[in-house]
């Protein structure tokens, strides 16, 4: 077996009695003087493996040892200690700080030979297993990844056949994605929102943004789709969309409990209309009783809304869109969303535009 070996001894002469014992048997081997010489090599080609005298001036083999163990790039290196001494105390320490082993001098060539070899195979055979248990990690999360990247794209084309009844909506599925992901983004600098905002909340949220309107499957097309104003009644069957569903979702996190993509999509779905005042539905919510996900989707929501022409409307511009929504800070959004709103307007104004 080949193998790139530093031997450490402060004595010339050890130096040349254990390169010859290990040069017999064709390893690679880089005599060092010194702790600090033997530190700098495994810092330019870390070695295979590490022949460490125990008794040296300046730094000991001890020392060489903690200093290379505290190193991410030669933590892994065995170190196999070597001196004169025999006493217990020396063996248990040798073991204690990283050592995987231990010979005595003077040398027995067929011992160290052995030692060498045994732990040169171990070194490559926990090398192997590393790479093929990287390997096998990597498998496992592009399989994952793919199956998680089908199931979002089965869940976003059932929200998007249910949004298709709706003929005027266009991409707006796609287009409250991104424009909650801007949000998100924005408020995740603040002091105010950091704990509560994370990379996972992001990803939650842009993925269970296009279920807000889903229980609107449910509600019939005389009422989705009427072009004047509902009457009491019909509103009142409209708003039913919140809590349908959310209950649909619901019977799917009954099965996935711990699923925060789910709860997520729950928590917009049944609160996107509520508003801060605590005059929206279908619970009358107000200030942070609301979730967060759908303080975020209902300003998102209006902001699409106004923007796209509708059955019932034409489509309102960026500027008068942002005017009505400003209007509405501390009534209907969350005043510290509306600032991050519009810290991002101009993003939401490119994207709505490149994506009507």
Same mark, same amino acid.
């Given at each position: 077996?080949?193998?790139?070996?530093?031997?450490?001894?402060?004595?010339?002469?050890?130096?040349?009695?254990?390169?010859?014992?290990?040069?017999?048997? *064709?390893?690679?081997?880089?005599?060092?003087?010194?702790?600090?010489?033997?530190?700098? *090599?495994? *810092?330019?080609?870390?070695?295979?493996?590490?022949?460490?005298?125990?008794?040296?001036?300046?730094?000991s083999g001890f020392d060489v040892c903690t200093i290379l163990k505290h190193d991410e790039k030669l933590k892994e290196i065995p170190v196999i200690f070597i001196s004169a001494l025999s006493e217990t105390i020396d063996k248990v320490?040798?073991?204690?700080?990283?050592?995987?082993?231990?010979v005595t001098k003077p040398f027995n060539n067929e011992e160290v030979q052995a030692r060498v070899e045994t732990h040169l195979k171990l070194y490559h055979f926990q090398t192997e297993l590393e790479k093929y248990n990287k390997k096998l990690e990597?498998?496992?999360?592009?399989q994952v990844k793919e199956i998680s990247e089908s199931q979002m794209a089965t869940i976003f084309a059932l929200a998007k056949l249910a949004e298709s009844r709706d003929d005027d909506t266009g991409k707006h599925l796609e287009r409250v994605q991104i424009l909650c992901r =801007?949000?998100?983004?924005?408020?995740?600098?603040?002091?105010?929102?950091?704990m509560w905002i994370d990379k996972y909340f992001v990803n939650d949220m842009f993925h269970a943004s296009p279920l807000h309107d889903i229980g609107k499957v449910a509600i019939p097309d005389r009422i989705l789709l009427k072009p004047g104003r509902h009457t009491p009644e019909e509103f009142e069957?409209?708003?039913?969309?919140?809590?349908?569903?959310?209950?649909?979702?619901?019977?799917?996190?009954?099965?996935?409990?711990?699923?925060?993509?789910?709860?997520?999509?729950?928590?917009?779905?049944?609160?996107?209309?509520?508003?801060?005042?605590?005059? *929206?539905?279908?619970?009358?919510?107000?200030g942070e009783k609301i979730p967060l996900c759908a303080r975020i989707m209902t300003i998102v929501d209006v902001y699409d809304a106004l923007r796209?022409?509708?059955?019932?409307?034409?489509? =309102?511009?960026?500027?008068?869109?942002?005017?009505?929504?400003?209007?509405?800070?501390?009534?209907?959004?969350?005043?510290?969303?509306?600032?991050?709103?519009?810290?991002?307007?101009?993003?939401?104004?490119?994207?709505?535009?490149?994506?009507?």
């Amino acid at each position: 077996m080949n193998g790139d070996i530093i031997i450490v001894d402060d004595e010339p002469a050890n130096l040349q009695i254990l390169t010859e014992i290990l040069k017999e048997k *064709g390893y690679k081997v880089r005599p060092a003087t010194s702790g600090k010489q033997a530190l700098q *090599g495994a *810092g330019l080609i870390p070695p295979d493996l590490i022949l460490l005298d125990i008794n040296m001036p300046e730094l000991s083999g001890f020392d060489v040892c903690t200093i290379l163990k505290h190193d991410e790039k030669l933590k892994e290196i065995p170190v196999i200690f070597i001196s004169a001494l025999s006493e217990t105390i020396d063996k248990v320490k040798a073991f204690a700080i990283g050592g995987v082993d231990y010979v005595t001098k003077p040398f027995n060539n067929e011992e160290v030979q052995a030692r060498v070899e045994t732990h040169l195979k171990l070194y490559h055979f926990q090398t192997e297993l590393e790479k093929y248990n990287k390997k096998l990690e990597d498998l496992v999360q592009a399989q994952v990844k793919e199956i998680s990247e089908s199931q979002m794209a089965t869940i976003f084309a059932l929200a998007k056949l249910a949004e298709s009844r709706d003929d005027d909506t266009g991409k707006h599925l796609e287009r409250v994605q991104i424009l909650c992901r =801007f949000i998100c983004d924005q408020l995740m600098k603040k002091k105010d929102f950091k704990m509560w905002i994370d990379k996972y909340f992001v990803n939650d949220m842009f993925h269970a943004s296009p279920l807000h309107d889903i229980g609107k499957v449910a509600i019939p097309d005389r009422i989705l789709l009427k072009p004047g104003r509902h009457t009491p009644e019909e509103f009142e069957i409209m708003k039913t969309h919140t809590t349908l569903g959310a209950e649909t979702l619901r019977q799917v996190r009954k099965k996935f409990s711990h699923n925060s993509f789910i709860n997520t999509g729950v928590e917009i779905a049944n609160f996107h209309h509520e508003r801060w005042d605590g005059k *929206g539905y279908p619970e009358k919510l107000s200030g942070e009783k609301i979730p967060l996900c759908a303080r975020i989707m209902t300003i998102v929501d209006v902001y699409d809304a106004l923007r796209a022409k509708r059955c019932y409307k034409e489509p =309102f511009s960026h500027e008068e869109s942002c005017d009505i929504i400003i209007k509405e800070s501390g009534k209907q959004f969350d005043p510290r969303i509306i600032e991050a709103f519009m810290e991002v307007q101009d993003d939401f104004r490119k994207t709505f535009n490149k994506m009507v």
